[in-house]
């Protein structure tokens, strides 16, 4: 298996554009995380999906932030418009869990967004 | 929210020492999970072990876990400058819940 797949792996782009990024879980895995990483926050969980259906966006930081899960293959992390604050690594992961969603993850390689 | 918590926040050895990096952690877990970070890439996740478990070995990586004090240590043995990365224990607690990553140790193994 490829892994998670990430893309883009960097994105570079002016205050209040629309930034999309895409992810693809590994094939089997049932859920899938979005994260967010910075020097002064760590790793921040963004929203996280199961079965396809959003389980928790409460890490969400604001409305300008929207994530789908279409089909289990396939997830994207909205962001409009985009603030120079939002400038971080992005990763997602999933996993596989037949009950808790307390099993290993499997990050991607993360996309590293500068907003200017 | 629980979050483990990982010190030293930076630790610096040579190579063919052992490092040790300590995860405290805030109320009764599930299980308590080891990932690495390599600088510019995904976390990897190198070991979980469950809250009825007080050791366990994955190759040069030992984990303890000590439930009493809330605690668990990755001890590295014989470190290679190929272990240099940043280091962070995820915890989950009870329920169905995801993993709460700390801020991570940064260890650097200098040859």
């Known amino acids: 298996d490829a892994g998670v797949i990430q893309s883009p792996r960097h994105e570079v782009t002016e205050m209040g554009q629309e930034v999309t990024l895409r992810c693809k879980p590994i094939s089997g895995h049932n859920s899938l995380f979005w994260y967010r990483q910075t020097m002064m926050r760590g790793l921040e969980l963004l929203i996280y999906f199961n079965n396809n259906v959003p389980i928790d966006d409460s890490g969400m930081p604001e409305d300008r932030f929207s994530a789908k899960m279409p089909n289990a293959s396939f997830s994207t992390l909205k962001i409009q418009p985009s603030e120079p604050r939002d400038s971080a690594v992005y990763f997602c992961?999933?996993?596989?869990?037949?009950?808790?969603?307390?099993?290993?993850?499997?990050f991607g390689p993360g996309t590293r967004l500068l907003v200017l | 929210s629980q979050q483990g918590e990982e010190d030293p926040q930076a630790l610096s050895i040579q190579e063919g020492e052992n490092a040790t990096m300590n995860c405290s952690y805030k109320?009764?877990?599930?299980?308590l999970q080891w990932y690495r970070q390599n600088s510019g890439r995904g976390l990897v996740h190198l070991i979980l072990i469950r809250s009825n478990e007080r050791e366990k070995h994955s190759g040069r990586l030992r984990v303890t876990l000590d439930t009493s004090k809330k605690s668990s240590s990755l001890l590295i043995t014989a470190s290679r400058a190929a272990d240099t990365a940043s280091y962070f224990c995820?915890?989950?607690?009870?329920?169905?819940?995801?993993?709460?990553f700390g801020k991570g140790t940064r260890l650097s193994v200098i040859a």
């Open positions: 109320t009764s877990i599930n299980n």
């Open positions: 992961a999933s996993s596989f869990a037949a009950y808790v969603l307390q099993e290993t993850q499997y």
């Open positions: 995820a915890t989950v607690n009870s329920g169905n819940t995801p993993l709460v």
